[in-house]
């Protein structure tokens, strides 16, 4: 439901309201398509996603929702 309290009225609505609210400094791709090498994580991404993702951390998450 968007801010107003009203149901989203198309598909392009809906996922424009889910972007806001889940990746609030993000925008919509005209189109919504992306390229996949646009996409492409690269090393540099990898090496960060390593350092901030570990098992440790995964386990923690997963034992919260038991919570």
């Known amino acids: ?4 309290g009203e149901r989203t ?3 392009e609505e809906t996922l424009d309201l889910l972007l806001a609210t889940h990746f609030p ?3 919509a791709v005209e189109g919504g398509v992306v390229s996949a090498a646009a996409c492409r994580a690269t090393r540099v991404d990898w090496r960060v996603a390593a350092r901030i993702i570990t098992y440790r951390r995964v386990e923690w998450v997963i034992d919260s929702f038991a919570s």
């Open 1 to 4: 439901m968007a801010s107003t």
């Open 9 to 11: 009225q198309s598909e």
């Open 25 to 27: 400094d993000s925008a």
